[in-house]
């Protein structure tokens, strides 16, 4: 029986119930809730000083009225962290290896804050479409360049976050395959493979951490620019 | 150790920004002051506000309207080949 590599990307069903919503909630019971104790507990505050952190260097560039997204943005933030950490544990179903998921994300995020900047201020959300001091010329040519980058975008956070985790998944399951297979053919080759392995996994658990704070970074300059 | 020229923090969200915050600061192209636009360039230039919307808007209802016109004019062809082809 051959297994396609494919197979962990699929979603899993139990008895006809769809495992997603499980997996989509896991963060949620697994990260602590704040407590009414004077004096929190370590993963409370580890937790807190996270967010604290994390919230600060988000939100320095952005102008008050936006301060109203860090609720959502921290929230997000943890999540996807958590959801991409979660995946890295063997036989588990990472979710932002659905594109469904991340387009599920970026469009109603991406279009809030297209929809805030054409709301609050009209003529600079337009004004943005343009480049100061271009050359008449390359006006109208640089217009579409820009309308379409706009619209580019919630493809793009979404179709970074997808192929960045299912790419990392499947070289993993690759070169775990390879090191399993070559382990009584050629053990020095499948020790070297199981090196890579171990490096591989370790960069891995770095793109899982960059990624979620790319897709939340890139969504606050977005908001940045209409807010 | 060579500091980098660029003083503010550029827009990473569009090439198209970063082409003209490099320009500016790294060739020191300025902008003209809005007392020097005059004519049509007041209302429309790309440096002011008002004129890089105003632009904005005139390119997009000039696509609008070639759009508007190539439609329109389509269906028109349409019937009057099939009409040629039955006589």
């Known amino acids: 029986m051959t297994v396609s590599l494919f197979d962990q990307f699929e979603s899993p069903l139990f008895l006809g119930i769809p495992l997603m919503a499980i997996a989509l909630v896991l963060p949620w019971a697994l990260l602590p809730k704040p407590c009414s104790r004077w004096i929190s507990g370590r993963y409370l505050t580890l937790q807190n000083w996270f967010i604290s952190r994390f919230t600060h260097q988000i939100?320095?560039?952005?102008?008050?009225?936006?301060?109203?997204?860090?609720?959502?943005?921290?929230?997000?933030?943890?999540?996807?962290?958590?959801?991409?950490?979660?995946?890295?544990?063997?036989?588990?179903?990472?979710?932002?290896?659905?594109?469904?998921?991340?387009?599920?994300?970026?469009?109603?995020?991406?279009?809030?804050?297209?929809?805030?900047?054409?709301?609050?201020?009209?003529?600079?959300?337009?004004?943005?479409?343009?480049?100061?001091?271009?050359?008449?010329?390359?006006?109208?040519?640089?217009?579409?360049?820009?309308?379409?980058?706009?619209?580019?975008?919630?493809?793009?956070?979404?179709?970074?976050l997808t192929a960045n985790l299912t790419a990392g998944h499947l070289l993993l399951q690759l070169i775990s395959l390879a090191a399993f297979v070559l382990l009584p053919i050629m053990t020095a080759t499948a020790f070297l493979t199981w090196s890579l392995l171990v490096l591989l996994t370790l960069l891995e658990i770095a793109v899982a951490m960059i990624q979620a704070y790319v897709f939340v970074l890139l969504l606050s300059l977005y908001l940045q620019e209409n807010v | 150790m060579p500091i980098s020229p660029v003083k503010t923090r550029i827009?990473?969200?569009?090439?198209?920004?970063?082409?003209?915050?490099?320009?500016?600061?790294?060739?020191?192209?300025?902008?003209?002051?809005?007392?020097?636009?005059?004519?049509?360039?007041?209302?429309?230039?790309?440096?002011?506000?008002?004129?890089?919307?105003?632009?904005?808007?005139?390119?997009?209802?000039?696509?609008?309207?070639?759009?508007?016109?190539?439609?329109?004019?389509?269906?028109?062809?349409?019937?009057?080949?099939?009409?040629?082809?039955?006589?």
């Open chain 1, 59 to 160: 939100f320095q560039p952005i102008s008050h009225p936006g301060y109203k997204w860090a609720l959502l943005f921290t929230s997000l933030m943890l999540f996807l962290i958590t959801v991409n950490m979660l995946g890295l544990l063997p036989y588990t179903y990472t979710p932002t290896t659905q594109l469904s998921v991340n387009m599920g994300f970026a469009v109603p995020l991406w279009l809030a804050t297209v929809i805030i900047g054409m709301r609050n201020q009209p003529s600079l959300s337009l004004a943005h479409l343009l480049p100061e001091g271009t050359p008449t010329p390359l006006i109208p040519v640089l217009i579409i360049i820009e309308t379409i980058s706009l619209f580019i975008r919630p493809l793009a956070l979404g179709v970074r």
């Open chain 2, 11 to 87: 827009p990473l969200s569009s090439f198209g920004h970063l082409v003209t915050e490099v320009k500016k600061q790294l060739f020191g192209i300025k902008d003209p002051s809005p007392d020097q636009l005059t004519g049509w360039r007041k209302y429309f230039n790309s440096y002011t506000q008002q004129g890089r919307r105003n632009f904005v808007l005139a390119t997009y209802g000039i696509l609008v309207i070639t759009a508007a016109a190539y439609l329109m004019h389509k269906p028109n062809k349409d019937g009057k080949q099939t009409s040629a082809s039955t006589h």
